[in-house]
């Protein structure tokens, strides 16, 4: 049996740690860059219209200047931002597991390349955080006791 080298705890703690770093930097320097990310694992908060959805691939690319520049932020092991999507400048925050990260590229040069997949549990999805919280027993009466 092989080991995916690229899929190991190790690797991933690795990857994520300068995936983390780099963009830190890249804020530092006030430096634009793009992410092209997995979309599978990107929350949309608002969710995005199906008509928009619809146009994007399996990876997307993100280019981080101006207004998204400066709303963008590092918080744990996410990159969050905020963006206009599609003719009528749809906002949404968008919210990328640092796993989802394919490549961090800066003009024409990818400076970061990811192979490393995120772990189920980084998905962060509103679905998936109200089936945690009614998994705890005490959540359901309250969410019971408050449609009353």
């Known amino acids: 049996m092989t080991i ?8 991933k703690a690795l990857m994520q740690e300068h995936i983390s770093k780099t963009i830190a930097y ?7 860059f793009a992410v092209a990310c997995e979309i599978e694992f990107i929350d949309f908060n608002p969710p995005l219209p199906e008509s928009i959805l619809e146009n994007f691939n399996d990876i997307v690319l993100f280019v981080l200047s101006g207004y998204t520049y400066e709303t963008a932020t590092l918080e744990k092991d996410y990159l969050i931002f905020e963006a206009g999507f599609g003719e009528e400048n ?9 796993l989802a990260i394919k490549q ?22 509103t679905q998936n955080s109200m ?17 009353r």
């Not at 705890?136 to 309250?142: A, G, I, M, S």
């Open 90 to 98: 749809f906002g949404s925050t968008v919210t990328i597991p640092l």
């Open 4 to 11: 995916n080298l690229f899929q190991t705890k190790e690797y």
């Open 26 to 32: 890249l804020f530092s320097k006030n430096q634009d």
């Open 131 to 147: 089936e945690a919280l009614l998994n705890n027993p005490e959540n359901k009466r309250l969410l019971k006791k408050k449609k």
């Open 104 to 125: 961090v590229i800066v003009g024409e040069h990818p400076i970061v390349l990811n192979l490393a997949k995120p772990s189920p549990k980084q998905e962060r999805s």
